[in-house]
């Protein structure tokens, strides 16, 4: 015969079973939540020369503080190939926040260097502090600064500095940072030697550079004849932004009045400044914030 359980038979089995489900040890240990990992914990504000990945991926999965860096870092690298005699160098400036975020990208600003000095020596005459003062006050983007190295005192026709600059390194760059490859977000400037690079390698490739600085430029006496016929060739819409200037007692001056009289009497708009001061590292230094405010004025 069948065994019925009585109304309060069956209260009670269905409470004992209700207890010992909520008896200690029956439900699975409840983890404590990860708290999100600020980058700002990973990387310093003042980094060494180093060489660093070109993103840092920051997980959406948890929220994470906004970036508080106020400084950039610089990181090293080399161009090696048989075309030059020695490898190419070269320094790179990242903004602050660059390794935050592994969307936004940069305008690029390439900066060559004087004869005999080095890869070093626009950072060495306060190049990015002033870059990361202007970038923190908000008056100038967030951008990329690269640092090329020219062993040579050749002229460009001598050797090929050139097409290491324009077919490797510049496609380098572009490859392995957040760049933004284009004529407009690209600008190149130099001092001495390196503002005759820049007039060269600006106006003979309009294409690639949306702006020229000329810093006390040291115009290649190969070049003297050439990028005068070369500017009177392009559009007048294809020719970068241009920029000249030089100290009242540079060793230079007659040569950089020339060219930019040239400009003058062709209607090619450019900016003329004739400053106090010699052809030093003294006289480049006083000009770093206004050159940086000329470069990034579009880039907004």
């Known amino acids: 015969m069948p065994y019925f359980l009585t109304g309060f038979q069956k209260y009670f089995i269905l409470l004992v079973l209700f207890l010992s489900a909520c008896a200690p ?3 699975p240990a ?16 003042n980094l060494p020369t180093q060489t660093l990945p070109p993103t840092l991926i920051v ?4 929220p994470v503080p906004s970036c508080t860096a106020t400084r950039g870092f610089i990181v090293s690298g080399v161009v090696t190939t048989e075309m030059l005699a020695k490898p190419m160098n070269y320094k790179i400036y990242l903004p602050p926040c660059y390794l935050f975020s592994s969307e936004q990208r940069y305008p ?11 890869e070093d020596q626009w950072i060495n005459i306060g190049v990015t502090d002033a870059a990361d003062q202007l970038i923190n ?5 967030a951008f990329i600064m690269v640092f090329p190295y020219d062993y040579s005192t050749k002229q460009p026709t001598e050797y090929n500095f050139e097409k290491v600059f324009i077919q490797i390194l510049i496609p380098k760059i572009d490859s392995a940072y957040r760049t933004l490859p284009d004529a407009h977000d690209r600008a190149i400037g130099g001092m001495s030697r390196g503002g005759a690079w820049a007039l060269h390698l600006g106006i003979n490739h309009p294409n690639l550079f949306g702006a020229i600085g000329g810093h006390s430029p040291a115009i290649f006496y190969s ?3 050439s990028l005068t016929r070369i500017l009177q060739e392009t559009p007048e819409a294809m020719i970068p932004r241009i920029w000249i200037d030089a100290g009242n007692n540079d060793s230079e001056l007659s040569l950089i009045r020339e060219f930019e009289s040239f400009l003058t009497d ?31 004025k579009n880039w907004h």
């Open 59 to 62: 997980s959406t999965a948890t």
């Open 25 to 27: 040890g029956k439900f």
């Open 266 to 296: 062709q209607n090619i708009p450019h900016e003329w400044h004739e400053f106090i001061g010699f052809h030093d590292k003294n006289y480049w230094s006083l000009h770093v914030n206004q050159y940086l405010n000329w470069y990034t």
């Open 223 to 225: 070049d003297r004849n």
């Open 108 to 118: 690029v600003l390439y900066l060559l260097h004087g004869q005999g000095s080095t």
């Open 30 to 45: 409840q983890q404590a939540p990860i708290p999100p990992v600020s980058p700002t914990s990973i990387l310093s504000e």
């Open 137 to 141: 006050s908000g008056k100038v983007p």
